[in-house]
RNA sequence: GGCUCCAUGGUCAAGCGGUUAAGACGUCGCCCUCUCAAGGCGAAAUCAGGGGUUCGAUUCCCCUUGGAGCUGCCA
C-alpha cells in the first residue's frame, strides 16, 4: 500500500480564516492517523493577489494551531520545491505536452478581447463560453506566433461531448457534462500556472494520495480529472469539505469582521479550545464525547462523522469550550496566562494576584473580559443608589445606611484582615442584628465594587482591596447615601 | 441564468426503514449561595413542503422550496 499524503494549500493573502484552518486540521488528521505525511505548500501563483509578509504567518499559524506538517517551504522535504512561484518553471513543459497531445492549445485571444465579448454575452443575458477560436489556428501559425513573442496563454482543450466525474469521499460519485465545461487557461500570460493547472501538476509530482480541500473545488475537480487523464496519471482520492458559515447565507470572511485563528488567540481564546471546536465544527464522534485534544482527535477521527451540509461558525459554544477549557488549567497555568490581562488594569497598585486567580479562573470565559470584570479593584466606578436596593437581598437604602456604619466600625476595629476574620465578624454583625446575610454583605459589596456583580463576594473583595481601601469605600459608601437621605427628606 | 452540491430544535449534531427522534451549546425554571459565576436538578424547542416506494418513512426515489459553491489569465 502507498503511503498516505495530504496536504493543505493556503495562497497567502493575509491572514488564516477559521474554515482554512478547519480544512488543514482535516487534512492533518486524516495523515497522522494513517502514519502518512502531511505536507504545507504555498500556492502563490497570482502575484497580485499576494500579500507581504503572508508566508510567514501561514508557518506562524501553523505552528501556533499545532499542525506541524511534515514537507513544506520552511521544513524541507524531497519533493520541493514548496512554493509554487519557485516552480515556476517546472509547469510548462507539462502543458506543452498536452499541446502535443491535443489536450491543451495555445490562445491568443486577449483578456480584453475575451472580458468584452463575455460582457456582451452576459449583458444579452446568455452563458459565455470560450468558443475554442484559437484552437483551430494551424499548429505551424501557432508556433510561429508563440516564438515570435506574442502574448498566450495555453488552455484546456476540453471535449465537447461526453461525461467528466469523479468520486468523492464524502459527496461520492460527482459528474459534469463536458459540453457546459469551459476550456480553462493553465498557463497564464504571465508564464505561471493557473490554480486549476498547477494543483493537478503540483499534486502529481508530490505524490498527493488524498487531495482534501474546500467545495469550492468540487464542481471544478472533474476537470481537473480530465488532466489527469490526459497525462495518464492515476488520480488522487478527493475529499471535499463544506464552507464554514458566520450565518445561514454568509461564510466566514476576514472582509465582513469575522474573527481569524490570529485573532481568537488575540481575544483570549485558548489554542486547544479553538482546535476542539473546530474539529467538531462539521465532524461528530461516534459517541457522545466533546473533548479532544489534538492528539486524541489523531486517533478519533474518521471520515464518516464528517457532514456535508456547511456549518455555522457559533461563538456561544466556543466560549463554552473556551471556559471548560481555562477550568482545566492548573491555577498556576491560569494565574500566568491571566497576569497580562490583570495588569493591564491593576499595574502599578498592589493586589494579591494569587488569590484574584483563585477568584477569577471559574469566572474567566475569555482572557481579553478579564479587564472589565476587575477594573472595579484598580477604582471605584460611580454607582447609583438603586443599587442599594435590591429585592431579593431584602435591602434598601436606608437599611444599607444603617448597615454600612456599623459594618465600618466593625471592619476598621479588625486586627486580623483575613476573609475569614472578616467574614466572622460581619456575619456577627448580621446575627446581633437579626439581619439577614445578604443584608449585611449586599451593601457592603456595593460600597466596595460599586458593581452589581462582581467576582467574588464582599468579604474577598475586601480582602483584595486591604483594610485602607475597604474603610475609604465604605466611607464614601456611607457619604453618598447620607447625602442621597438628606436630599430625599428636603 | 446554467452547472454541482446540501437540507433533523436558535446553533453544532446522533440517527443509516419500525426509536418516547440521542447528546452538547444557548434559552427558561428551580436548588445552592455574601452578588455574579461555577455546580446540581428540571423544562421548552427539530425531521422544509408535496408526491411516490413500502405493511411501515426522519431514513430510499422524484418534484418544489430554501441555501451554498462554481460559472476569472483568483485560488
Redesign the pocket.
Known amino acids: 500500500m502507498t503511503e498516505i499524503r495530504t496536504r493543505f494549500?493556503?495562497?497567502p493573502t493575509g491572514y488564516m480564516h477559521l474554515g482554512g484552518l478547519r480544512t488543514a486540521l482535516y487534512a492533518y488528521l486524516f495523515a497522522k492517523q494513517r502514519g502518512g505525511k502531511f505536507i504545507l505548500r504555498i500556492?502563490d501563483?497570482?502575484q497580485?493577489?499576494e500579500v507581504p509578509g503572508a508566508v510567514a504567518l501561514i508557518y506562524e499559524d501553523m505552528h501556533k494551531a499545532g499542525l506541524d506538517y511534515d514537507e513544506g517551504p520552511d521544513v524541507g522535504g524531497d519533493f520541493g520545491p514548496y512554493i509554487q512561484s519557485e516552480r515556476k518553471d517546472m509547469y510548462r513543459p507539462f502543458a506543452m505536452q498536452l499541446v502535443d497531445s491535443g489536450a491543451a492549445y495555445p490562445c491568443f485571444?486577449?483578456?480584453e478581447e475575451?472580458q468584452a465579448r463575455?460582457d456582451a454575452v452576459t449583458a444579452a443575458?446568455g452563458?459565455?463560453?470560450y468558443d475554442k477560436h484559437c484552437l483551430h489556428i494551424p499548429k505551424e501559425e501557432a508556433k510561429r506566433r508563440m516564438e515570435s513573442g506574442e502574448?498566450y496563454?495555453i488552455r484546456q482543450n476540453i471535449p465537447e461531448t461526453g461525461v467528466a466525474s469523479f468520486e468523492d469521499l464524502l459527496?461520492?460519485?460527482?459528474?459534469?457534462?463536458c459540453a457546459?465545461l469551459?476550456d480553462?487557461?493553465l498557463i497564464?500570460?504571465?508564464g505561471?500556472p493557473?490554480?486549476?493547472f498547477a494543483n493537478v501538476i503540483d499534486d502529481h509530482s508530490m505524490q498527493i494520495s488524498h487531495v482534501i480541500r474546500g467545495?469550492?473545488?468540487?464542481?471544478?475537480t472533474p476537470k481537473y480529472n480530465l488532466l489527469y487523464e490526459a497525462f495518464g496519471w492515476q488520480p488522487p482520492t478527493y475529499m471535499h469539505l463544506p464552507?464554514v458559515?458566520k450565518d445561514?447565507?454568509?461564510?466566514l470572511s476576514k472582509r465582513h469582521g469575522d474573527p481569524t485563528f490570529e485573532d481568537l488567540l488575540e481575544q483570549g481564546y485558548v489554542r486547544d479550545a479553538i482546535i476542539n471546536f473546530i474539529a467538531?465544527?462539521?465532524?461528530?464522534p461516534?459517541d457522545?464525547r466533546?473533548f479532544f485534544t489534538l492528539s486524541e482527535l489523531v486517533e478519533g477521527f474518521d471520515t464518516?462523522?464528517l457532514?456535508?451540509?456547511?456549518?455555522?461558525f457559533?461563538t456561544?459554544?466556543l466560549?463554552?469550550f473556551n471556559?471548560e477549557y481555562i477550568?482545566k488549567m492548573s491555577l498556576e497555568d491560569y494565574l500566568n496566562a491571566a497576569t497580562p490581562w490583570f495588569d493591564s488594569v491593576l499595574k502599578g497598585k498592589e493586589f494579591d494576584y494569587h488569590r484574584l486567580a483563585e477568584l477569577m479562573h471559574?469566572?474567566t470565559e475569555i482572557f481579553s473580559e478579564i479587564p472589565a470584570m476587575i477594573r472595579f479593584l484598580a477604582e471605584l466606578p460611580d454607582y447609583a443608589v438603586d443599587l442599594y436596593s435590591h429585592k431579593?437581598?431584602k435591602t434598601n437604602s436606608d437599611l444599607s445606611l444603617t448597615v454600612l456604619k456599623l459594618a465600618l466600625t466593625t471592619v476598621e476595629a479588625l486586627q486580623d484582615f483575613s476573609?475569614d476574620s472578616l467574614?466572622e465578624s460581619l456575619m456577627q454583625l448580621a446575627t446581633e442584628n437579626e439581619w439577614k446575610?445578604?443584608q449585611v454583605?449586599?451593601p457592603v459589596?456595593v460600597a466596595l465594587s460599586g458593581?452589581?456583580?462582581?467576582?467574588?463576594?464582599?468579604?474577598?473583595i475586601a480582602y483584595l482591596l486591604g483594610k485602607d481601601e475597604t474603610l475609604q469605600r465604605m466611607a464614601i459608601g456611607i457619604n453618598f447615601l447620607e447625602q442621597f437621605k438628606s436630599l430625599q427628606q428636603s
Open positions: 494549500a493556503p495562497s500556492e501563483t497570482d497580485e493577489r485571444c486577449t483578456k475575451l463575455r443575458g452563458q459565455f463560453k502574448p496563454v459527496y461520492g460519485h460527482v459528474e459534469t457534462e457546459i469551459d480553462n487557461v497564464k500570460a504571465d505561471l493557473t490554480y486549476n467545495t469550492e473545488y468540487l464542481s471544478s464552507v458559515m445561514a447565507t454568509r461564510k467538531l465544527l462539521g465532524w461528530a461516534k457522545d466533546e464518516d462523522g457532514s456535508k451540509s456547511p456549518a455555522i457559533n456561544d459554544k466560549r463554552w471556559s477550568k471559574g469566572r431579593k437581598m476573609e467574614k446575610t445578604g454583605m449586599w459589596r458593581m452589581p456583580s462582581t467576582p467574588g463576594g464582599a468579604t474577598e
